[in-house]
């Protein structure tokens, strides 16, 4: 005796398969662009500091196309003088120091955090920004921020 309650038509199939792709090409093609898609778009963060501010940090970087390099602070600094900290950059430490010399301060965002329940570590600057710090510090709630764009300094002799 043959079961075929098992057996799926084969235009059944093709359906299913058409309806499958059908959802996956809308999924992806609704994808809204990330508010800063290269670095001279750094400054539409600021347009937008309502979406960010008093959210978690991940929020804020999940707008950021171009990849963060390095970041720079101490969110965990318990001095009553000193807020928690975090710039970001666009470039690494060594491209940094380079520019530093020559007068040159990169585009930055810097973030104001609220303390953190748990101990962070600080960011030297000295590694790359990688997923992992993101998960580390992606809770912390942005109290503000400010972008710096890049600009030459004339150095005086």
Avoid: H
Wanted: one cysteine or more.
């Amino acid at each position: 005796m043959e079961n075929s309650s098992l057996c799926v038509p084969n235009n059944m199939k093709q359906l299913f398969t058409l309806l499958t792709a059908s959802f996956l090409l809308f999924a992806t093609s609704c994808r809204v662009p990330k508010i800063v898609q290269t670095i001279a778009d750094v400054k539409k963060l600021e347009v937008n500091k309502d979406k960010f501010v008093g959210k978690p940090l991940k929020l804020l970087l999940d707008q950021i196309k171009p990849k963060i390099k390095s970041a720079i602070g101490d969110p965990d600094d318990i001095s009553k003088n000193r807020t928690k900290i975090i710039t970001f950059f666009f470039i690494d430490k060594k491209e940094f120091l380079r520019r530093d010399g020559m007068g040159k301060k990169p585009t930055s965002i810097s973030v104001v955090l609220e303390p953190s329940k748990q101990k962070k570590l600080p960011l030297s600057g000295d590694n790359p920004w990688t997923k992992t710090q993101v998960k580390e510090y992606g809770d912390m709630i942005v109290l503000r921020f400010w972008v710096r764009e890049y600009t030459e300094v004339s150095l005086r002799f």
